[in-house]
């Protein structure tokens, strides 16, 4: 079975500073795939970056990167020089080999401080 | 990145009365389809995995009779909630990929629908 964990419900960050938010896995699949997504208040999922368990760097697009552990089955996101628009909240995601779903946490709330 | 429209974003309707949401794939063709249910400040329950030609796999608990899924074409996929009742109400969305297997296929997702039963 897969599960993914996120433990912060909520989260604030001042403007401009860099936050992480947790999410932690378990699984039984040989390789699988970590995602993360961004729901806005206005509902729609915005994908935001993806890591292999295979991929040997750690995932970065833009201000956002991946600290992927696979040892300690963690792939936190890092949110670099935040902005008021990054509030929203935030769901970590898994699709493994073996299926076709995917597995969401509970996610994030980010709220970004002017 | 490829467009999923969903429609309509919000729905009011009378407790009985049936309600119909679409998911449209628009510049790709989705072999597969999901449907999500959101309660407030909570995550995305997959109610039913919808597949072109074939029938859903809907999860445990979800009631099939009740929340009937069809996906006729490779770029719609539809869902009614028949006989709602204010229990239904709740944020429904949909997703899709294009088909492949590889495990970086990420999800597109739609707008959602908010669905509002008196």
Known sequence: ?114 | GAVVSQHPSWVICKSGTSVKIECRSLDFQATTMFWYRQFPKQSLMLMATSNEGSKATYEQGVEKDKFLINHASLTLSTLTVTSAHPEDSSFYICSAREGGTGLNEKLFFGSGTQLSVL
């Open chain 1, 1 to 114: 079975a897969q599960k993914i964990t996120q433990t912060q419900p909520g989260m604030f960050v001042q403007e401009k500073e860099a936050v992480t938010l947790d999410c932690t896995y378990d699984t039984s699949d040989p390789s699988y795939g970590l995602f993360w997504y961004k729901q806005p208040s206005s509902g729609e999922m915005i994908f935001l970056i993806y890591q292999g368990s295979y991929d040997q760097q750690n995932a970065t697009e833009g201000r956002y990167s991946l600290n992927f552990q696979k040892a300690r089955k963690s792939a936190n996101l890092v949110i670099s020089a935040s902005q008021l628009g990054d509030s929203a909240m935030y769901f970590c995601a898994m699709r493994g080999i073996t299926g076709n779903q995917f597995y969401f946490g509970t996610g994030t709330s980010l709220t970004v401080i002017p």
